[in-house]
C-alpha cells in the first residue's frame, strides 16, 4: 500500500540556483519533486514550504516552525522529509531530535552539496533516501544524505565540499541507502548504545567544480539516548527554547574572563569547546579558568565541558583538568555533538525556567 509522506520544504543548496551574488535558494518544495518524479512511487505526497533560507540564515524560531509543523500533522502521515541546507542541518536535526521526542512516525531531514538543477547533483539520490526512511515506519528524527542513515542527535557536517559531508558522532550510524534506489538497510537496533564515531576518508568535490556545475543550469547525556528517538518515549513535543547558549571555544591563551563576560551578558549556559577529553586550564596556568566556573555556577549558568575532537566525546574523569571543573560545578557534554548539545541545553532552559 503508498505511504502518505509530508516534504517540508526550507531551502538550502538542494533549492539553489545561481544568482548574481553566488547561490541562493529558489526552488520550492513542489519543483523540487517535480523534478524527482520517481518519489511519487512512495505513494502520496503533501508539501508545505516553510521557507526558501540558506541554513545559515535559520534561527532557533524557525527549528520551533518546522517542529510544530511536523508535530501538528503527524496523526495525518506515515512520514516526513524535511530539505534543508546542510550548513546548519546537523544542529536542526538535533533540535527536532529533541523537540519530537517520541514521535510515532519518522523524519527525514536532507538536502544535497549540489543544487538539484547541477549536472551530477547529489540532490535525486538523498532525496530517494529520505523519501525511502520517511516511509519505512521507522520512527524518530534522522538525516538521510550520501547514502548514510543518521539519528538526529548524532549528525555533523565534517567536510564543506564533499558530497559525503556527514558522520554520525557518539554513536552508531542508524543505516545506509542505496544511491542508486534509496534501498534501505538499518544498522542499529532501537536499543544500540552508543560508541565512539570515526571519520573515513570523504570523496572531496572540488568548489571549482561545484560552482561551475551550479553556474551551467541555474553532561554524559547522550548513554540513555538511543539512536532511534521516535520508539522509547511517548509523544511530548516541547516546543519551548531558551537561546541563552553561549559556546566558547578554548584556544591557548584563552581568557577566563570570556565565561564572566557572558553571564554578565545574561546567558545562561556556556559550553566551552575545550581540548581532547575536556576540562580546562587550571591554577597550573596564569590563565585559570576554574574560579570562572565557580562563579558562573554560583550565579545558577550551566557549565558544559565539551571537546573540540570530532570524535570521543568528553570524559571529565581522566585529567586533573576535567576533575577539578567538574569539582567546580562543570557538567560533561559526553559524547553529543555540538550540534545536538546546543539545542539540548536551550530546551532544558526553557524547561527549567528562570530568570
Ligand atoms: N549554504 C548552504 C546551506 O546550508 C549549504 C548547503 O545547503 O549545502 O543552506
Known amino acids: 500500500m ?3 509522506i509530508c516534504l517540508l520544504a526550507t531551502g538550502g543548496t538542494i533549492a539553489c540556483e545561481e544568482g548574481a551574488d553566488g547561490l541562493r535558494p529558489v526552488l520550492t518544495g513542489e519543483e523540487l519533486l517535480r523534478a524527482v518524479p520517481e518519489l511519487a512511487r512512495c505513494g502520496e505526497i503533501d508539501v508545505i514550504e516553510l ?15 518546522m517542529a510544530q509543523a511536523i508535530a501538528e500533522r503527524c496523526g ?85 565540499t564533499a558530497r559525503d559531508a556527514f558522520r554520525s558522532i557518539g554513536r552508531p550510524q542508524a543505516g545506509t541507502f542505496a544511491l542508486a534506489d534509496g534501498a534501505l538497510t538499518w544498522q542499529v537496533s532501537e536499543e544500540a548504545q552508543p560508541q565512539a564515531g570515526t571519520a573515513p576518508q570523504a570523496e572531496t568535490v572540488p568548489r571549482a567544480e561545484m560552482q561551475s556545475q551550479a553556474g551551467a543550469s541555474q553532561a554524559q547525556a547522550a548513554p540513555q539516548e538511543g539512536p532511534d528517538a521516535g520508539t522509547q518515549v511517548a509523544f511530548a513535543p516541547r516546543f519551548a ?17 570570556l565565561l564572566t563576560a557572558l553571564a554578565d551578558a545574561g546567558y545562561r549556559a556556556v559550553i566551552i569547546e575545550g581540548y581532547g577529553a575536556g576540562g580546562v586550564p587550571t591554577a597550573a596556568s596564569p590563565k585559570n579558568f576554574l574560579p570562572a566556573i565557580a562563579a558562573l555556577r554560583a550565579c545558577g549558568v550551566r557549565v558544559i565541558c565539551a571537546t573540540q575532537c570530532t ?45
Request: charged share 20%; glycine share 14%.
Open 311 to 355: 570524535t570521543g566525546g568528553a570524559h571529565l574523569d581522566t585529567y586533573e583538568m576535567g576533575v577539578l571543573a567538574a569539582r567546580c560545578g562543570a557538567e560533561s557534554a559526553g559524547d553529543l555533538p555540538l550540534e545536538a548539545l546546543v539545542p539540548k541545553t536551550m530546551l532544558e532552559l526553557a524547561r527549567e525556567g528562570g530568570r
Open 76 to 160: 495525518q502521515y506515515d512520514g516526513f522529509v524535511l530539505t534543508h541546507g546542510t550548513d546548519t542541518m546537523g544542529y536542526t536535526a538535533g533540535a527536532l531530535y529533541y523537540m519530537l521526542r517520541g514521535i510515532g512516525v519518522p523524519v527525514a531531514l536532507t538536502g544535497s552539496m549540489l543544487p538539484l538543477t547541477a549536472a551530477g547533483t547529489d540532490a535525486r539520490a538523498n532525496l530517494r533516501g529520505a523519501f525511502a526512511v520517511a516511509a519505512s515506519g521507522r520512527a524518530g528524527v534522522y538525516q538521510a544524505f550520501a547514502g548514510r542513515v543518521i539519528s538526529g542527535n548524532a549528525v555533523k557536517k565534517v567536510d564543506s
Open 51 to 65: 521557507c526558501s533560507l540558506d541554513s545559515s540564515n535559520l534561527l532557533p524560531m524557525h527549528w520551533q516552525r
Open 2 to 4: 503508498g505511504k502518505h
Open 241 to 257: 527554547l531558551d537561546e541563552r547558549v553561549a559556546v566558547v571555544k578554548l584556544v591557548p591563551g584563552a581568557e577566563p574572563r
